[in-house]
């Protein structure tokens, strides 16, 4: 006890001698020690807590973690600071760092929240499904809409941080007041950025294209991989990756396969001979389309497209849910027609033809007769 009383003692002569704002810093920092303590053990029992419930809590604890233990500091800051003196000139300081804080923690907690309620809706719409129609124009609007929400409000948090500063607040002051060459600049230094924000707003209101949509870009084709605040990830049919900005959607053209329905209708195309049986052909096409499982029932259809010297063009129509289906439909059907002209009507298959002609015998003997002479 009694070595208790002195140590006690011992700091507060310390404290007596030490400068002044010693005791004042002392007070903060264990202030802000006491609130990480106490975030810590408040989180680890309502961990424990919501072990057992649904996902969406336990989701929104982990995201709250590192926004709640700056709210900590700053509640440990705003208690503490009306209650301690600090040297001349400190308070300024310490009171500019609690705003900027203060400042940081409400635009963290609002890029949180839109993370989580946007995460939370989407989960409720499923991609991998058959018909995902609507589903993917939730998703695409709600990740687009969250990306450029997260953006802007970065932007205005770190403005709101940066004219907390009086220096940034003349400076700002005198750009707006210039309005000259200094703001040409900004301008267009921003512009791609700000392009490409402007596209990611039109594209999640207007929806030009969707997440796994098939699209033509730049003469490729694929699938809208991922949407992003400035760009877009088109997977394409060999698995490379297409970067392509959000500009690019609303200035360019270029080709959507499932803008309204996933259903498409694919071509075939055949260079027969002129004796090549049509009917029997379109009855085989038939057959064909109705005993294959990526045949949709809608369309079936064969024509002669084209006639040339030597052949003609044959080209069937049939229809599929989705493009790769097609694509697998129109090869099918391709082989098996094929493999059936081979054993039912070789004949119909191209080839060419040449003319023989028979000549007299005196004809003859007048052709060899010239060619000995010469």
């Not at 950025?193 to 694929?222: C, F, K, S, Y």
Request: with cysteine; aromatic share 10%; proline share 3%.
């Amino acid at each position: 006890m009694e070595t208790l009383n002195r140590f006690g003692e011992e700091i507060n002569l310390w404290l007596d001698t030490a400068p002044n704002f010693v005791a004042p810093m002392l007070a903060v920092l264990a202030a802000c020690v006491a609130a990480l303590f106490l975030h810590w053990l408040t989180y680890r029992v309502l961990t424990r807590a919501l072990a057992h419930e649904n996902a969406t809590g336990r989701s929104l604890l982990r995201r709250a973690r590192r926004p709640s233990r700056l709210a900590a500091v700053v509640a440990a800051l705003a208690w503490v600071l009306p209650n301690i003196r600090l040297p001349y000139g400190w308070q300024d300081n310490v009171g500019h760092l609690f705003l900027i804080l203060l400042i940081i923690l409400v635009g963290w907690t609002l890029i949180l929240l839109t993370n989580h309620f946007s995460e939370r809706a989407v989960r409720r719409h499923r991609l991998d499904v058959e018909d995902n129609l609507s589903a993917r124009k939730f998703v695409t609007q709600a990740r687009v809409l969250r990306r450029t929400t997260t953006i802007i409000l970065g932007i205005f948090t770190v403005a709101g941080v940066l004219l907390t500063f009086e220096s940034v607040q003349k400076y700002g002051a005198g750009l707006f007041a210039s309005a000259g060459a200094a703001g040409l600049v900004l301008g267009l230094a921003a512009r791609p950025v700000l392009t490409n924000l402007i596209a990611g707003l039109q594209i999640a209101i207007t929806q030009p294209i969707r997440l796994e949509d098939v699209v033509i870009v730049e003469d490729e084709w694929g699938w809208v991989e991922e949407i992003f605040a400035t760009y877009v990830i088109v997977r394409l049919w060999d698995w490379r990756r297409m970067v392509v900005p959000l500009s690019y959607f609303i200035e360019k053209p270029f080709q959507n396969w499932t803008r309204e329905s996933a259903s498409i209708i694919g071509s075939v195309f055949w260079y027969l001979d002129y004796t090549v049986p049509i009917d029997k052909m379109r009855a085989k096409l038939e057959e064909l389309a109705k005993a294959s499982d990526h045949w949709d029932g809608n369309v079936v259809n064969l024509q002669v497209s084209e006639t040339e010297k030597d052949s003609i063009a044959v080209r069937a129509l049939v229809s599929a849910q989705t493009s790769p289906k097609a694509w697998d439909l129109r090869c099918e059907i391709r082989e098996k027609m094929i493999a059936w002209l081979h054993s039912e009507h070789p004949e119909a298959l191209p080839r060419l033809r040449g003319e023989m002609q028979m000549q007299s015998k005196a004809t003859l003997s007048r052709v060899r007769a010239k060619g000995m002479a010469d």
